[in-house]
Every structure is written in structure tokens, then in C-alpha cells.
């Protein structure tokens, strides 16, 4: 029998399904205090929660019975995914369940900044009738700016369209073929803040989204410019956001989620053009129903060790001991998260090229890893799973071909991403041991540990440069782990990739990027 708690609310029909399960045994205890459940996690096997529940490193020691942690929602911030992962516990979410009901307030808050819906609200409950005194804007003929296209942003695109907006939309991720079935017009970063008269964040909260509406976005923002921020908190700088609208730069808001929540002050209280919500995008009764019924169907699947269809992690993926293709599908990954932060196109085909005796295995599982690392840096949730259906939806074409005949190395990976005249190529492979290691990036080759943070440089092939490199990391005392140098030819370009013992500051990227001779520097995290 599998014992399972569950700390947040869910809906009757989740609950009524769950407890139908013969080899389930529910424990409902919605808002438990979060030492409760540390006295009695142990007990069980399952634990499904909400955001009221953090899922620490040391609940998950003390639950030592946990084969399943279960996220009642989308985001899954409140849980250690990392050491779930490492004590071989499955996380699982419910991942497009609140699609529409986010997309839906979304427009509600919109409608009550442009309408003044609030402040005349409150100016009726004092039995005060100022008809002129709350004068609002039609969204007709304006132009929204759209950050993210995914689920909810390409919602909002459907909506914006109804009330005859222009809507553009920023999303690097995507391929154009989304943008065109969606009828939204594809746009740079810079053209969307200065053009976009409401800018709506739905984009996922990593480190490429945090901060990204700064004060140096918003100065650049038509004044008067509406900001809503319905997808994660921090995406849009709060105090940039607050110093807008004292200026009047910024002429209303309306906030879904926060840096803190509950926010322990709240400035924004002071500005009756902000419409604030506590974060209840997915606060409907359709929205909760299919949550719940998506927890029904997971859970007792997760618990009987069988497929599910949101797995966050996938614990039994490891790196064992002379097993090649677990260790090709560490490396896989690996070289899909490289590839995310390297490329500046939104590409529209994958090339997978299966090398040596590599070509011989059944390769599917390297395919879905090389997709999981790839596309985790710009959606929410990726898993082998969902892989290749996330793939199909922002564009992304695959292709696979077997090459018996490669005799460099005994086994081998290659992938290669392109769009029309932009290529992008990266190898690998692993040694006896094992021990994965990159040895391709376009026409570059390597043999260099794919772990850590890795500065990808490249520069003009002329003497001293790997004294410049090195000289510069050393004056900021970065340590170096490996350098690996390739070129293409004598006195033309040159690459290197730096394994670094510190992170790097983005200022000092930069600042290497602009020496002599450099002609591009990136940092990589892997």
C-alpha cells in the first residue's frame, strides 16, 4: 500500500479519483505547517504539494520512504529538484493545466488598468458618482508586445487579437512557423520595448528571464507604457518597475507574481493605476479540475514505477559504470544545454548523427536528452517525455542518420542545429571509465570535460593570445581548470574553450570580449 500526503488544496474530483486507487492510501492535510510535515514525512511514499510546502533538502532526507514528489501546478520552485533527482525520487508536475485561465487574467488585468475598473470601483463604494474623473483607453489599434510565445503568451496573442491589437512578440526559442500560425509578428527585443504600447511577460523564470524588464528596458519603453507580469516574479525588476511609475514613464500595471510572496511590503499599494492579484493565474474552477485529474492519473502511475506524462527529472537516468549509452545520455544532454547557450538563432532543424559502434544502439533516448537539454533554458518544463512534442511546437524539425563508418573514435555523437544560412555544430564523446567529453563546436575540435563553467572564446589566430586569456582570468582571479585551443587555420580563427574552477561575472565577459584580437567570448554553465 502507498501511502500518500498531500499539503495543498486540490479539487473534490482529484480527491475522489485518488482515493479510488486500491493500492493508494490518502492523506489529506491541506496548509499542514511545514514542521508537521517534517515529523511525519518519513511515512510515506508520495507527498503532493502546492506552493505552500517546501520540498528542502532536509525534508527529503527525512522522507526517506519518498518514491514520488508531485507539484500541483506548473512552477516548482519550492522543490529541490537537483537532490530529488540524486536520491532517485521522481518529480512530476501538471504543466498546460492553467493555460487559458492565466491567459484570461491576463486580459482582466489589462481591462482594469486601461478602464480604471479599481479605482472607480472604490470611488462607488463611497457613493461617489465621478463619471469624467475616470477617463480609460481603448486597446483597439494599440500594440501589445508579447514576451514568450509559448502556452500562455500565444493565448494572450489569440485574445489580443479579438480586441484588434497589433501583436508582436519576442521569443528567441521559437521558430518563425510558430510565429506565422499564431498570425503575430515576429520582433527583436529592442524594437518590441520601444514599440509595444502594453508589454505582457510570459516567458519562464531562469537566468536569461530574471531581471530582464530592467531600468535600462523600461527608459527605452514609450512613455506611458502598460507593464503586466503574470508569469514569475523577478522577470520584471520591482524597483525599476516602482521608479517608472513615480516618473510616469510607466502609466499603470498589473502584477500576478511577485519577488516575495507574500510580499512582506508592498509599495505598490500606493498607486491606484496598479492592479495587483496574489499570483491567481490558475485560480479557476476549470483550471483546478484539470490539475487535479492530471494528479489523479500521475501519482499511482509514478508510484508503480510506470510512464508518466510530466516527469520533471528522471532519476533512473545515471551514468553507471560501462554503461555507453547512459553515459551517452548524460553527454547528450550535456551537449544540448550547450548548444541553448551558444546558438542566436531560433533553429528549424536537428541533425543527430550516430557514430562507430554508437550507430549500432537503439539511440532514440540520446535524441530526447539532446531535446531536454536544449530546450529546458527556454520552457518551464522539459522531460524525455514531452521532449520531442516541445520540439514539434516551437518548429524544430529532427533528423537522424546512423554512420558506421566514422573510424576517429570508437563511438561518437554529432549534432547539428541550422535555419537556412545559420549552423551551429557540436560533438562528443565518451572514454572508457566513463568519461564524457566535447569534442566538436563547428569546425573547432576539442576534448574537454563537459561540466562546470566553461568561457567559449574565440579571437584571431596571432601570438600570445593564450597568454592574454590567461593573463586576463589570472589579474581576476579565476583559476583554470583545462584550456583546450583549435583553429582552422594558421593565421586565421581560433577557439577555446576554458574549464574555470569560479563562475564568471558577466562584466568580465565582456570585458575579455572586447581585448585584442578577441572576437567573441561566452560563458557556458553546464
Known sequence: ????????????????????ESDLQIDYRPDCPFEQVMDIIEHYHCIISRSETPITRELIDRGTNLKVIARAAVGIGNIDVEYATEKGILVINTPGKNTNSAAELTVALLLATTRNVIPAHENMQQLKWDRHRFNGTELMGKTIGIVGLGNVGHRVAQFARGFDMKVLAYDPYIADEVFERHHVQKTDWETLIST???????????????????????????????LLNLARGGIIDETALLDGLRSGHVSAAGIDTWDVEPPKKNPFREFPQVVMTPHIGASTTEAQIRIAESMASQVPRALRGEVVDYPVNMPQIRMLQGNLMTAY?????????????????????????YRGTLAKEDCSLLKLAFLKGYLKHSHDYVS???AEQRAESVGLRIEEEPDTGFTDYESALKCTLSCQEHVFKIGGVVFSGPHPRITLVNDFVFEINPEGTILVTSNLDRPGMIGLIGTFLGQHNININQFELSRSRRGGEAMALILVDEDVPESLVQELSRQTNMTGVKKITL
Open 384 to 386: 524525455y517525455v514531452n
Open 1 to 20: 500500500m502507498y501511502q500518500v500526503l498531500i499539503t495543498g488544496a486540490i479539487h473534490p474530483t482529484g480527491l475522489d479519483a485518488l482515493g479510488r
Open 196 to 226: 509595444a504600447d502594453i508589454i505582457s511577460v510570459h516567458t519562464p523564470k531562469n537566468k536569461e528571464t530574471t531581471g530582464m524588464i530592467s531600468g535600462n528596458s523600461i527608459s527605452k519603453m514609450k512613455q506611458g507604457v502598460i
Open 329 to 353: 545520455t548524460v553527454l547528450a544532454e550535456k551537449l544540448g544545454s550547450f548548444a541553448a547557450q551558444s546558438v542566436d538563432f531560433a533553429p528549424t532543424l536537428l541533425e543527430m548523427k
